[in-house]
């Protein structure tokens, strides 16, 4: 088993993040896992740009800010969703995230 320590204080994706890419671009594209997943501490603009750069589709939980609370329920409200499997539906749509 391969482990990377780091300092309690080095402990955010910020941090994780270059460790994480240099593992994944050493990986044969066969090997490559099917996406991306992480919390809300991950869903950021380096942690997408960096999923997208190398075509790895990529979920992150989504901060709940007010905004984004209003924007989820109005997307419960609308038609569209569609058999994503396994029993659960989804709808596609988009969200600016600002600082």
Known sequence: MDVAVQAGNQTAPSFAQ???WEMLDGLEEQ???AFVRGDCAWGTERAMAGAEQRAIPYLFKLK????????AGKLLKQD???DAG???EGLESELRLEK
């Open 31 to 33: 090997c490559r896992p």
């Open 64 to 71: 709940q800010s007010p905004h984004a609370k209003k924007w």
């Open 86 to 88: 396994q029993g659960w």
């Open 80 to 82: 569209g969703w569609v």
């Open 18 to 20: 270059p460790g994480m």
